[in-house]
């Protein structure tokens, strides 16, 4: 899915009569969907594997295995942050004009994926953040940073499935 995705979503809902975006009204899907857009910020996990491709390398043993070598640690580092910036602001962005106090936490959740994203793979910008962290201890938080904001995301589409759409600007009459 995508951060977009997930932004166009929680606008269509609040946009919605109240207790209807899940069935007949816009967007007409369960808030499952929300948490799988959210989840999967594909806009910066498409960019981390690009700047994965020429801030690693990866080398072929004859036993058949391979290994990944971080050649670029700081721009893999900075790259890092700066992805986790830019899903910060394609949410705001696509939300601009219908920003609410919920907005701040629903913001959160794309860059905090894509954190649980780089946990759970092996040679990833994650490793040029925090490489002395364990792969168990590494693996035990991503899954349930993904679990915890996965019941985030969802009971964050319920709260905007519940909103209350703003009145529509009346067009006025015209002039004669």
């Known amino acids: 899915?995508?951060?977009?995705?997930?932004?166009?979503?929680?606008?269509?809902?609040?946009?919605s009569p109240v207790g209807q975006s899940t069935t007949g009204a816009p967007p007409g899907v369960k808030t499952y969907v929300d948490?799988?857009?959210?989840?999967?910020?594909?806009?910066?996990?498409?960019?981390h594997a690009l700047i994965l491709s020429f801030t690693t390398t990866i080398q072929h043993a004859p036993?058949?295995?391979?290994?990944?070598?971080?050649t670029d640690r700081p721009t893999l580092y900075w790259s890092f942050f700066g992805l986790l910036a830019l899903s910060v602001l394609l949410y705001a962005i696509a939300r601009v004009g219908k920003w609410d106090r919920l907005d701040f936490l629903r913001a959160g959740i794309p860059p905090l994926a894509f954190v649980g994203w780089t946990m759970l793979?092996?040679?990833?910008?994650?490793d040029a953040v925090?490489?002395?962290l364990g792969a168990g201890p590494r693996a035990a938080i991503g899954l349930f940073?993904?679990?915890?904001?996965?019941?985030?995301?969802?009971?964050?589409?319920?709260?905007?499935?519940?909103?209350?759409?703003?009145?529509?600007?009346?067009?006025p009459p015209p002039r004669s």
């Open 145 to 171: 940073l993904g679990a915890l904001l996965g019941l985030a995301a969802a009971g964050l589409a319920i709260r905007a499935d519940q909103k209350q759409p703003a009145p529509r600007a009346q067009k």
């Open 63 to 70: 036993d058949g295995t391979s290994i990944t070598t971080i």
């Open 1 to 15: 899915m995508s951060t977009l995705a997930y932004a166009a979503l929680t606008t269509r809902r609040e946009e």
């Open 130 to 132: 925090a490489p002395l």
């Open 121 to 126: 793979q092996r040679a990833t910008a994650f």
């Open 35 to 47: 948490a799988l857009a959210a989840l999967v910020p594909a806009e910066v996990l498409t960019l």
